[in-house]
């Protein structure tokens, strides 16, 4: 029994999710005829009360369509500095869209209104790149799946319409957020400009993101999927995939932050460990003694088929998901307490 921990994106199909991906009716998504496809754009962007949605095969190329679609070269992009979309999308911002980062010092990836107002209070002076976007995450991943008060939320889309900014929300997590703080989605949808989600997360679908906005910017963003290589054919076998996830694995997502709060309350008793991060979600991260350090807890671990990521600086992480059993859940708890270094 392997027990990997590494992410939430470590998890496979289950029988009924291959099932519903066997018998969808398929077309080719290029010319807009797979009915999966259709169907399933028009549920979520009703979902969150959005006008308009594109399937995308995956959130770094949806985040990536979406900020294009909000910018032109040269111009400024608002984010905290764990963002995604600046440090783990292979430089896309500025590949693809020649846009500059302003990177905000926040806190587990959540920067507050004020200091958006802060960084965005310089005029527009022929030497600044003009301010386009304000990109977030939720739940935030480098953040430790921390998840952000709406109100704040609100303060800051005040400020972004003040201001004439666009408004991107990173989702790729978004129903982990919604969960545990009991949101709608269409909250969410009533807040942003655009939104991507990821279904091969928590939700565990093997493949797909979707990117939700106006029937403007959808339009926009079909092209660009086409420029990226994104155009795909009989790709409903995946949207049922998605559909089956969004329909079947968003309520459990409970169980998974259950758990992770559970390994959470363990570790805090144990002598080794030096800090765990405040556990909101299905993401946890702490941080070992040094006279044991990460890689080679991490190695010991893995002796015991435990798969956790190093992420340097004695910090460990740990993802819980749907195919994280109670079974591999019992053997955790038992090795983390009886380690020895
Ligand atoms: C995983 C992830 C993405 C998109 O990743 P893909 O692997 O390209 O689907 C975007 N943002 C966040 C916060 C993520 O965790």
């Not at 998974?256 to 008793?269: P, S, W, Y």
Request: proline share 3%; charged share 25%.
């Amino acid at each position: 029994m392997i027990i990997d921990l590494i992410s939430d994106t470590v998890t496979r199909p289950t029988p009924q999710m291959l099932e519903a991906m066997m018998i969808a009716k398929v077309g080719d998504d290029v010319f807009k005829m797979d009915p999966t496809v259709n169907a399933f754009q028009e549920k979520v962007a009703d979902l969150f009360g959005m006008e308009d949605a594109l399937f995308f095969p995956s959130g770094t190329m949806a985040n990536q369509a979406a900020i294009k679609l909000h910018t032109q070269p040269g111009d400024l992009l608002f984010c905290d500095k764990y963002a995604h979309v600046y440090n783990y999308e292979s430089g896309g911002a500025a590949f693809h869209s020649g846009v500059t980062c302003k990177l905000i010092d926040g806190k587990r990836g959540m920067f507050t209104a004020e200091q958006l107002q802060e960084v965005t209070s310089s005029g527009p002076e022929i030497y600044l790149p003009f301010a386009k976007l304000v990109c977030i995450e939720n739940t935030t991943n480098k953040g430790g799946g921390a998840c952000w008060d709406f109100s704040e939320l609100e303060k800051i889309q005040k400020i972004t319409q003040e201001k004439q900014l666009s408004f991107h929300l990173d989702g790729a997590r978004l129903f982990n957020a919604l969960i545990e703080k009991n949101e709608s989605p269409k909250q969410y949808g009533q807040l942003f400009d655009t939104i991507s989600i990821c279904f091969s997360k928590g939700l565990g679908a093997p493949i797909g993101s979707i990117l939700l906005g106006s029937k403007m910017h959808i339009s926009k963003a079909l092209r660009l999927r086409k420029l990226y290589g994104g155009g795909m054919r009989q790709v409903g076998f995946l949207a049922a995939a998605c559909d089956y996830a969004l329909e079947h694995h968003v309520e459990r997502l409970a169980e998974d932050h259950q758990k992770a709060k559970e390994i959470g309350a363990v570790l805090e008793t144990l002598s080794y460990v030096t800090k765990v991060e405040p556990i909101e979600t299905n993401i946890l991260i702490f941080y070992v003694d040094k006279n044991i350090g990460d890689t080679n807890f991490i190695e010991k671990m893995k002796s015991e088929n435990i798969l956790l990521t190093p992420m340097g600086e004695r910090k460990i992480r740990i993802v819980t998901h749907l195919d994280y059993t109670n079974e591999m859940h019992q053997k955790l708890i038992e090795t983390l307490k009886n380690f020895k270094c």
